[in-house]
């Protein structure tokens, strides 16, 4: 009875250790679990860009380099942040 008490409170892996443990198991999960979707999404974005590579280097110089065709204006439009 005593040994059982002993490591119930006392030990390495005492009752409070193995609470804290499943916390951080369980929070491990749900962060996995986010970054599958993450990457599941971007496993879509790559494949389009692999199926269609010349529209999205188009759209990636226009967006991110602003770049423009001869000819061509372009307007920044800012959207408000909430």
Sequence with gaps: MVYFVNNLFFSEFNVFKTFQLL????A???KIEQYKQENGKLKQVASAIRQYPEFYKDRFVRQFLLLQREGEEIYLLKTQER
């Design 23 to 26: 916390r951080a198991s369980e």
């Design 28 to 30: 491990l999960d749900k």
